[in-house]
Structure formats: C-alpha cells, structure tokens
C-alpha cells in the first residue's frame, strides 16, 4: 500500500533554512508526480510545490518562490523540499502528496511533518 513518511521538520530562526525529506514506498515513485503542501489551524491546505516523476519540471506557490527548492532521487524514493530564507509565516505541518489511480485518483498523504519559523 502507499506510505509517505515525513521527516526533517523543526524549530528554525526566521532566515534560516531547513530541509524535509519525504520516504515514499508501496507504489512506482519513479513514474509518479509528488507534490509538497502546507497547512496551518484554520485554513485549508495548500499546495507549497510540484516536481514531475523525472524531475525536470517543478512549480513553486508564489509565496515560496526563490526560496524553497523542491528534489527527488528517484533511486532511494525519495523527496526532499529545501527550505531557505525562512519566514514566520512559513510556519506549518508540511504535507507530502501523490495523486494515484487514473481514471479515479485518488491522493495519498503523508502524516505531516512540522515546521515552526520563530524569534
């Protein structure tokens, strides 16, 4: 079955940089689009970034443009979100996603990883 484990979140100073990683297994990772969201206590989750099975497309939300960068390794499964230059307003439980089943897809989610930006 699809698992998706993060790992990697934390208590970081705003500009500092953080790096989560996504272990993913139970599916083709290497065939399959990941993506990363956000959610914070009252507001629904957002798409954060999205990176295609090879690796050689990725989008970004506007508001972590220039400032996060999305990777996978295809050979470990593996995706990670390098977060730099962080803000307050970073502050979230980070979400790895994958859409599967085609016809009916279905998404997959991880159980989140936390993510506090703080003075």
């Known amino acids: 079955q699809v698992q998706l484990v993060e790992s990697g979140g934390g208590l970081v100073q705003p500009g500092e940089s953080l790096r989560i990683s996504c272990a993913a297994s139970g599916f083709d990772f290497g065939i399959s689009a990941m993506s990363w969201y956000r959610q914070t206590p009252g507001k629904e989750r957002e798409l954060v970034a999205r990176i295609s099975a090879a690796g050689s497309t990725k989008t970004y939300a506007d508001s972590v443009k220039g400032r996060f960068t999305v990777g996978r390794v295809n050979s470990k499964n593996t995706m990670y979100l390098q977060m730099d230059s962080l803000k307050p307003e970073d502050t979230a439980v980070y979400y790895c996603?994958?859409?599967?089943?085609?016809?009916?897809?279905?998404?997959?989610w991880g159980q989140g990883t936390q993510v506090t930006v703080s003075s």
């Open positions: 996603n994958v859409r599967k089943g085609g016809v009916a897809p279905r998404d997959y």
